[in-house]
T-cell receptor, first 115, second 113 residues
Framework: DADVTQTPRNRITKTGKRIMLECSQTKGHDRMYWYRQDPGLGLRLIYY???????NKGEISDGYSVSRQAQAKFSLSLESAIPNQTALYFC??????????????FGPGTRLTVL | GDSVTQMEGPVTLSEEACLTINCTYTATGYPSLFWYVQYPGEGLQLLLK?????DKGSNKGFEATYRKETTSFHLEKGSVQVSDSAVYFC????????????FGQGTELSVKP
């Protein structure tokens, strides 16, 4: 089974709709991240969380909110979706210690289209 | 602020050709540097990393050396294969800000038989 899973993998929605993207991890990592990927822009950080009680805005948090329901779960919400939020969204996790220090592990991505 | 700049793609090469993808960075402090690879339809996975100046990261025939004097971390491979076709991202870990990464815009590589 994959260590970092995202649901749904693909979603088409309409302008103004509320949508939630979910991320779960079995790696036992304390840190989780949400990025969006746009062609020619690379990945940009939306929100990140260092533990359940620690949520931080990234560089492009406007129009998004997050919830860290448990150490293993980190959800991204679009309260009122708009077309320029059409993108590929990635969840990632990292550990602050051990051999994987510094490395982020990515989920497979969610392709979101807002019409 | 901290940033990463990569050479623009797409890059198209024939099998067994040499590859260089340029990456330069701007950062305060002493960042760690990374190359991630994204194969078609998949998420990103770490290809190699370097945590201090003059370190060389290597994996799967790819190499990159952390050059503090030129603020660069160019990705190189001596002989590419069709299976190397992917998008490559250079990234830096922001100094003293937890695990945050800043990514370059990505470079698409296409290797033809």
């Amino acid at each position: 089974d994959a260590d970092v899973t995202q649901t749904p993998r693909n979603r088409i929605t309409k302008t103004g709709k509320r949508i939630m993207l979910e991320c779960s991890q079995t790696k036992g990592h304390d840190r989780m991240y949400w990025y969006r990927q746009d062609p020619g822009l690379g990945l940009r950080l939306i929100y990140y969380s260092f533990d359940v009680k620690d949520i931080n805005k990234g560089e492009i948090s406007d129009g998004y909110s997050v919830s860290r329901q448990a150490q293993a779960k980190f959800s991204l919400s679009l309260e009122s979706a708009i077309p320029n939020q059409t993108a590929l969204y990635f969840c990632a996790t990292s550990d602050q210690a051990g051999s994987s220090y510094n490395e982020q592990f990515f989920g497979p991505g969610t392709r979101l289209t807002v019409l | 602020g901290d940033s990463v700049t990569q050479m623009e793609g797409p890059v198209t090469l024939s099998e067994e050709a040499c590859l260089t993808i340029n990456c330069t960075y701007t950062a305060t402090g002493y960042p760690s540097l990374f190359w991630y690879v994204q194969y078609p339809g998949e998420g990103l996975q770490l290809l190699l990393k370097a945590t201090k100046a003059d370190d060389k990261g290597s994996n799967k025939g790819f190499e990159a050396t952390y050059r503090k004097e030129t603020t660069s971390f160019h990705l190189e491979k001596g002989s590419v294969q069709v299976s190397d076709s992917a998008v490559y991202f250079c990234a830096l870990r922001v100094y003293n800000q937890g695990g945050k990464l800043i990514f370059g815009q990505g470079t698409e590589l296409s290797v033809k038989p």
